[in-house]
């Protein structure tokens, strides 16, 4: 809670207030959510509700953002090839032996994509983007 939701809010609390002091004003502010604030996988509780929440950040902050021409997004990332989710995969792997094993995708693509959402003139802006494995069970995962 206090990483996932409380400092999310905290540092968006301060680029907020820094991108409407600075000369000239404006800014992005990209959120880390997750697939798991719309399909959470079992036992991950606090983790999906702390995801949904910074939904509801993002929406928050990109209403009240526009008079300040503050855009705010979100990417929610599936399984990237991280340290974290290869032990996912192997501990996965393990319990159930006779599964199809857990998809990813390379991390530098989740990069790109947060590169491309920041790249973007301030006139334009991601809301939402969902970067995932192509044959990850997100869709129809249930």
Not at 1 to 7: K, Q, R
Not at 28 to 56: D, L, M
Not at 98 to 115: C, G, I, N, W
């Amino acid at each position: 809670m206090n990483v996932n939701l409380t400092g999310m809010y905290l540092a968006a609390r301060s680029a907020f207030a820094q991108m409407r002091q600075q000369s000239p004003g404006g800014g992005r502010i990209i959120n880390n959510g997750s697939i798991a604030a719309h399909v959470p996988r079992p036992n991950s509780a606090p983790y999906a509700a702390t995801k949904a929440a910074i939904t509801g950040l993002t929406r928050s902050l990109s209403l009240d953002g526009r008079a300040f021409d503050i855009a705010c997004g979100q990417i929610d990332i599936g399984n990237a090839q991280t340290p974290m989710v290869e032990d996912l995969a192997r501990r996965h792997a393990e319990l159930n032996p006779e599964a199809e094993p857990m998809h990813s995708f390379d991390v530098a693509d989740a990069a790109r994509s947060v590169l491309h959402m920041a790249n973007l003139p301030p006139e334009a802006n991601v809301q939402f983007m969902t970067v995932m494995a192509t044959k990850m069970p997100y869709i129809g995962r249930g």
